[in-house]
């Protein structure tokens, strides 16, 4: 993930009351010069390639969304006084590689958004016996949970924790899969980062070790990426059948959309709250292919609904950045990653994309969006997508 410079602070009170949402993305970008001393050198370090378990060689910058971001971070911060984590990649189709991220990639308390890889463990444990009736200790009951201790389907429980993220519920089912350790196991051999992206205790109950659950952007956009190639049969990681992790990803469609997709629809999710910040994590599914995302947030005071509307804005920006997967350009071809990258680019500001504007005769090769000629309607989605039949 690549590291953007933090954003200054905001702290005064009268700006959150003032200052409404809509003002929230708008502005400019934040990169810089990073000056390291006053000596001069004549020798360039090679750039180290991000530890994060994406393969690198595949990332393509996606400068559209890479802009959003950048003003995303800075007006977060200037306006609200909150501090903006993402990761962006497409997963799948065409653009495949398209990447975009903000902020610095370190740990946050995760919250409730571990559940989703807890809702993998246990289907890949149990997922041919979901009707087994497991049993709810009182001390895995805690305050604001809709069940109580008692007897429940392991079906039940999945439902409890993705349709109200039910504390109680999840906290029966760690027992059920043996501990936080089976919940590490799962990620690690997802291919991911078990220390960033991590299980390390039961909810609203402190672990006497002191050890907490965390994820940072990059890990925890990896594992949903991992669940969904499963799915889509492309994985080297195949830490479960393709089945399971179908399965797993109709389940996490069942939270409904929250945050950074509340208003584009069709995703797997799961979010996390705290008095601290907002988190959220899934698969997007665009025109364009499967975009796999993470993002924490963190604030002072608590702005938890604010920073939801907030993310649903910036998500409603994010999604008809690319063109549809079965795009043509002019040479009859799909469109590549780079093309796509700066498909929704407006250098003008004139409000209309340039390949579209006046500048669309500059030899770039574009063509008209509503001629039907330019789309190759045989194309099918090779992704798989709980939501189509």
Known sequence: MRLRPNVLR????????????STLLTGCTIDGPNFTGSKATTATAKPKAPDNGWDASEEV????????????????????GIDLGVYLRVIDGPYKGLTASVGEDKKEYSASTIKAALVVTVLKKFGD???????????????GSVIGPG????????????????????????????GFDEVNKTIKEAGVDNKRYHMG?????????GDRSWFTPSQAALFMARLQEVADGTSTQNFVTKDTAQTALTYLTYGG????????????????????????HGILYTAAGPIAYAITTRFEVPLNELTDGLLGQLGSQITPLLPDYNRLGKDGKPLTAKQAATW??????????????????????????????????????????????
Do not use: C, H
């Open 10 to 21: 905001a702290t005064s009170a009268s700006v959150i009351a003032v200052l409404s949402a």
């Open 61 to 80: 910058a996606w400068s559209d969304a890479q802009e959003i971001l950048d003003t995303a971070a800075k007006n977060f911060s200037d306006n609200y």
């Open 129 to 143: 016996n979901l009707d087994k009736t497991v049993t709810v200790d009182w001390d895995n009951g805690v305050g």
């Open 151 to 178: 007897q429940y389907t392991l079906d039940g429980l999945l439902q409890y924790v993705m349709r109200y993220s039910d504390n109680t519920a999840a906290n029966g089912l760690i027992d059920a899969v043996g």
């Open 201 to 209: 205790n039961k909810f609203n109950i402190p672990n006497p070790s």
């Open 257 to 280: 959309s929250q945050k950074f997709v509340m208003y584009v629809g069709s995703a797997v999710q799961k979010t996390g709250d705290t008095a601290e910040g907002v988190n959220d």
């Open 344 to 389: 929704s680019a407006d250098e003008d500001g004139d409000g209309i994309p340039d390949r579209i504007g006046a500048d669309s005769t500059d030899g770039s090769g574009y063509t008209d969006d509503s001629d039907p000629s330019n789309y190759n309607e045989s194309l099918e989605p090779d992704w798989f997508n709980p939501f189509r039949g």
